[in-house]
Each structure stands twice: as C-alpha cells, then as structure tokens.
C-alpha cells in the first residue's frame, strides 16, 4: 500500500505539471508565459523520473539512473523559477526582457546546476554528491536515504538562495502595487514557501510519509497555485505581466518613486525624454536622475510640497544646444490596500509643440492687435507726409532696426520720400536707379529680401557702412509696385524670420496707405480743378442764358415789326396779283415759324432754370387745356374727348410747365391727325402712378425714325407731314419737364394707324 501511495502521489505531480506546462506553453507570446512553461517542464521532469525511480525500487542500479536523472529538473527548477518571477513581476531589473543582457544573465543562472548536474552523474568517481545511499524498508516498500556531501549543500545552498531572492521580488510587489497585482503576489509568494516547506522536511527526516522526497510535489503544488492565480486573475494579461509594454508604449513618461525619493520604476519615454541611464537608474535617488534637470527637481518641491494644492506644473526645460523644452509634470501617490501612501507616480508629457503652438497664437493676436492699431493710425492719415513718417517709425519699431527710408517709383528710378537713421547727407529727394543695391533688387523681382551679414551680400549697396543686417520689402498695391520699404540694423543676424514676416504684413498695410493718401491728394487736386471749371461752366450757363433772353429779346422786336407790316399789307391785299400774295401768304408763315421758335427756346429755358412748385389738380388743368384747344380741332373735324373717373388728382409741381406738356401733346395731335380723326385725352391714377395719355388716330410715325422724337430740332421727314409746320422743339421740351418732374414719358406709334403720347408721375398726392 506505502509503494501505490508514493506512486500515486507523484503520478499525480507529474499530471499536474504537465498541464501547467501545456498552459503556459500556451502563453508563449508572452516572455512571462513561456518562463513558466519552462519551469512546469523542470517540475515535470524531476517528478517523472523520481516517480520512475520509486517504481524500480529494488533495481538498484536502475533506481540509482533514475534518480541522477531527475536531478535535471531539481537543479534548473529554482532558476527558472527566478526567471519566471523577473519576468511575471518586472520587478528584477537585470531579468527584464527588454535589459540588454538578459540572455546572458540567465545563462548564468545555469552555470552552478549544469556543474552540479556534472558532479551528480559523476559521483561514483568522486562522492561530493552523496557521500552514501542507504535502503530503508517502509511496509515492504524499499526506498532510498541519502547521506549527502558539500556538492549537494553548495547546490542547495545556490537554489536557496535564487528562491529566496525570488520571494524578496514578490514581497516587494505585494508592498508596492496596486491591489489586484497584490492578490497575485500575495497567492504567489504563498506558493512559493511550499517548496521550502518540503524540501525541509525531506532534508531533515521529519516527513509524515518517512522516505518521500516532498520536495517535487511541493514544486508541483507551488506551480499549480500559481497556474490558479494567473487563471483566476488573468495575471499574464494583466498590468503585472503586462506593464513593461504598456508603460513603453505609452506616450507619457513614468517615474515611479518610492518613499525615500529613489527610483524603483520608469518606460521607455522617460529615459527618452530625461536622457537616462537606464541600466543605473533604478534605486537610484530621484535628485541624481533629475541632476540634469534643476528645472524638474524644483517643480517636483513645489508640487510635493504640503502646503501645495496642484498637482501638476509646467516646467521650462534647457536643452543641450541652447534649445527650450516644456515638460508637463504630473505627481499623484500610489497607495497600498490599506490606504496608505507607499510610493509616489510622476508622468510627464512633452507638450513643446503645444506651447510652441500657444506662443505662436498669442504673439499672431498681438501681432494683429499691433496691425489693428497700426491700420487704425496710419489708415486715417489722408496726408502723405504724415503716412510715410508714421509708417516708418511703425516699421523701424516693430523690426527693431537702427535706419530706414521708403522710396517710390517715379518712371524709371526711385525717389527716397522719407528716410530715418545715420544717413548721410540729405539723402530724401534722391533718385535711384533700378539696378542698384537689395532695393533695386525687390523692385525688379516683386520679391523681399532679408540679408543676415551684409559684408556676404553681393547686392548690398552701403548708404549706412556699418549696417550689418537689411530687410526690404515691395510696397505692392493692387498688384502695382509703387516702391519699397528698406530696414537696417548695425547687428549681425538682427531681424528674425518672425520680425521679417511680421513687417512683410505691415509693408501691405503701408503700400495701401501710401496709395490712400496718394490717391486723396489727386482726388483734392481734380476737385479743386472741378471747383474751377463749374465757375467756370456757370458763367457760360448764365452767358448762354442771357444770351437767349437778349437774343429772344431782340429777335421777337423786329419780328412784331414785320408782323406789323405784313398786317397792312394785308390791308391792302386787294391791289396785289396773286403772285404777290402768294409771297406774302409765304413771309406770314416764316414769321409765325419763327415766332413759334422763339416761343419754344424760351419754355426750355424757363424748364432748365428751375420750377415753381405748389398743389396742381391736373383733372381742372387738364379739361381746362383740352377747352383751350376744342376750336382748333373743330376747325380740323376733329373729335377731341377728355376722359377720368376721378373728380380731382392734386400733385405737388410747377402748374404753368404741366399745363405746356398737356397743350403741347394736345397740339400735336391735333397737327398731325387728318380732318375726322378722333383724339382721346385721358388721366388715370395706378397703385404707384399718375398716368396722362393723348391717343390719336392720325399718320402715326415710322418704326425707323422714332428713335428721334425727343431730340431738340429733330423732325419726321413722311410725305402725309411734309406741309406741316413745326421746330422740332416740342417733344424735347415735354421730354425735359417730365424727367426734372421724376417722372418718364409714354409712347407708342405705329405709321398709319396712330399714335400715343403721355406721360406717367410718381404718386405724390397731397
């Protein structure tokens, strides 16, 4: 029964480990995972060939091969181990994966069992190992005691201590980390003391089951407790195994602390962003790693500091080379199950190019505030004088140069019109040409040029011999080179790529204001011209109308007396022939016509010169002219009508010009209509309208010559109206009227069916 017991029970351990083995080997992707692949394969091996050699008991010889076989797995279980519990717990800096020599570290956790393994298979030569093996009978079962020498206490004494050095790296994370990492460590370092349980009382006899070696069972036991931690917790998945790559990946380095200020953790970005020495770091007191950076060492004071209240602080980090950094440095603790502070987290973050970006946007809104004002200033300057010294001293300001002048283009040269500085002589009012020097450079090419040591400039043309730095820029307006604007300093290298694009903006701003007040002296010089000649056109208009008045005056005089003649003559007709009084029936109609001329210039100029208006009822004006001109259209058989649904319509406008428009629409109508015509007069009111309409079925006007009806002296050439008197003043005068009333005219004609003649005004009923 004793010999199916120990069979069994390490049967059972070598089940168990080779189901931890198959599941760790099914985490091989993980570094951790594979380790603890390795160590089932340790466990699986010492307790395959122990349970073999307890199964040849009574083959002493086979027993014996068994049992120095199953020291392959004794002698690597406790390194492996190590190596499992470096990777798992991250927390044995040399046993990192990402440690540069990690592979010939744990090939030198190997080198004391392959030795000891060597003595072991040996040691019938030698006896280190074992100084005797005595048989012991238990129930008729025959098992092995043995006496051991210094290789086996030297070995012991080395797995000891890897196991030991072990259980310190899990107490340590169960101290330090967050909780569910503590219940892992807690399970693991648990585990851990069972090996160490066995293997004492297996060395020291004082085992319940009397000549069982407990050891590979307890190895077996410790590997299946943590087999049941990394399933219950997900270990190989969680923060503890996997916080080297997910603290490396992360954009933000982190530091952690412990309570003393020494280093115990820190990624991939904090040795990028601090520049440390990864390999010395850890254990290390924080002032050492931060001696580079005084910068850090004091924020870190001021946030940790008990009477602070932030947590976080930028820091102005110098560079090598002079460059500026910006770190974000964050500190929040790090506390254990019970609540108590055990360490202490420091992340930062580059934000550089966020406050690269920030500076750039405020010194673009000061900029623009600066531009704002300058726009304000120099855009209600209409003087030219005054815009060029201002503009100047903006620039030379906001540049930081030492000299400036501005210079406009005048046909083929420049004119220097304002200049600031150490220039020599009188240097404004002198002409350059294009070819010379950075200015005339920018005027030929359209471009800016910035020039940071004068003395390797080849364009550089010396008004200032001790200018060492220039900037010109084109005064462009409205894509016209009027100029430039040129910039000196005595200082290498003084004008920034900043100061050149900002001042780039203010040349736009200083070309417009030039053209501005350019632009305002030609308008105040033409004006001052247009001053002249309306005095000018207004002593010819008041000529011109004297003129006509005298003219008319002078004209109407000897006219009356021909008038007065032909009355006498015709007094006397009954002694002229009848050639005579055809002649003289023609003298008549040449006076009237002329009369007729001088009637219509006159009603034009008393039209051009001004209306005296007042309230009219064009309905009373209108009938009262149709009554005017009834005898002439009776004389003619002609049907004159007036029309209206309205009993009044009063406007505002000069009553004695309306009523000339009426009569003369009514006049030519009654000219131009064949005896038994009919003419209609009609007034209507629209929404928005006061609409007068004189239809007629009389000759009506060609389609090609109705282009000339309102033209002064312009006459249709038809045959029906050959004998028809008229100025070819009447239309133009009625035209004028309307047009200085607001009004427009109406008309429509078509050659013999009539013609229609009106007016419309706008509504203005009082």
Known sequence: MTAILYIS?????????????????????????????????????????YTLELASSGDTALSNAFSKLSYIGILTAPPTWLIFVGLHTDSIHWLSAAHP????????????????????????????????????????????????????????????????????????????????????????????????????LSVTNVSPLPGLDLTPISFVASGAIVGWVLVRYEGLRLPLIARDSVMDSMTDGIII???????????????????????????????????DHPELMEAYHYIVDPLSTNPQREVRVRRPGSRIDYLFLRIS?????????VARLLQLRDISLHKKAQNIASRRMTELTILRDIDTRISSMLNMDDVLHHALVFAMKMSDADAGFISLIEGDQQRIVQAMGRYTGDLVGQFFAFNIGITGYVIRTGKPHMVTDTSAEPKYYAELPDTRSQITYPLIAHDRMIGVLNLESLALDNFTREAFDFVRLLAARIASAIENADLFTTTQNQLAELRDLYVQVSDLERFRSDMLRLASHDLRSPLGNVQGYLELLRMDGHLLNTEQQDILYGIERQTERMNAIINDILSIERAQGGRHTGNVDLVALAQDIVGVHQPQAENKALTLTFETDLPEIVTHGDKAQLGEVIANLITNAIKYTPEGGTIQVSLQMTDRSLVLDVVDNGYGIPADQQDKLFKPFSRINQHETVNIDGTGLGLHLVKSIIERHGGAIRFESAHGEGSRFGFELPLMIV
Do not use: C
């Open 333 to 341: 603790p790090v506390r254990s199950t019970n609540g108590l502070p």
């Open 101 to 200: 020599q990690f592979k010939r570290n744990t090939a030198l956790l190997f080198a004391m069992p392959v030795v000891s393994l060597a003595l072991v298979m040996t040691n019938e030569w030698h006896h280190l190992h074992w100084h005797q093996i005595n048989t012991i009978i238990i129930n008729d079962f025959e098992v092995y005691r043995a006496e051991y020498g210094p290789a086996f206490w030297a070995s012991a004494i080395y797995a000891y201590g890897l196991m030991a050095y072990a259980l310190t790296a899990l107490l340590r994370v169960a101290a330090t980390t967050i909780r569910p990492q503590q219940r892992q460590a807690f399970w693991i370092v648990f585990g851990s003391l069972i090996p160490w349980a066995g293997n004492l």
């Open 9 to 49: 029970l390490t049967s059972s351990a070598v089940i168990v480990s080779a189901w931890l083995m198959f599941f760790g080997w099914r985490r091989r992707h993980t570094a951790s995972g594979l380790a603890f692949a390795m160590f089932a394969l340790t466990m699986l091996v010492w307790s395959a060939f």
């Open 257 to 291: 602390i412990d309570q003393a200020g020494r280093v115990m953790e820190f990624n991939q970005t904090a040795i990028e962003l601090l520049s440390m020495d990864a390999a010395t770091a850890t254990g290390k007191p924080l002032r050492s790693v931060f001696a």
